[in-house]
């Protein structure tokens, strides 16, 4: 079993910037890829960034592309997601999920995770 949980998120004015860190638990050796999703209110969930196991490998949504930045240290069995250039958009509740299979590319989809922490809220004013 695996455990996920988030820290960094908070409230923070358009044009901030704020890093999220999801560390894992447990049997860590069968987390591969990870990545971010969110989800606004009456909004389906969302895919926002992802890297593969190595960190050779990245994916972004277009709404993100250029501002967010995803990262991970295996050492400390943590993927990062550093924000940049906030906008109120970007409003959400964010979740870190991570793939228990070995994938030879970056899954996009939030039914290609395996493990996902309970979220955490992000709120950008305007």
């Known amino acids: 079993q695996v455990q996920l949980v988030e820290s960094g998120g908070g409230l923070v004015q358009a044009g901030g910037s704020l890093r999220l860190s999801c560390e894992a638990s447990g049997r860590t050796s069968r987390t591969y890829a990870k990545g971010w999703f969110r989800q606004a209110p009456g909004s389906e969930r969302e895919f926002v960034a992802a890297i593969n196991w190595s960190g050779g490998g990245t994916s972004y949504a277009d709404s993100v592309k250029g501002r967010f930045t995803i990262s991970r240290d295996n050492a400390k069995n943590t993927v990062d997601l550093q924000m940049n250039s906030l906008k109120p958009e970007d409003t959400a509740v964010y979740y870190c999920?991570?793939?228990?299979?070995?994938?030879?590319?970056?899954?996009?989809?939030?039914?290609?995770?395996?493990?996902w922490g309970q979220g955490i809220q992000v709120t950008v004013s305007s």
């Open positions: 999920a991570a793939a228990a299979r070995l994938l030879y590319r970056v899954p996009l989809k939030f039914d290609e995770y395996d493990y």
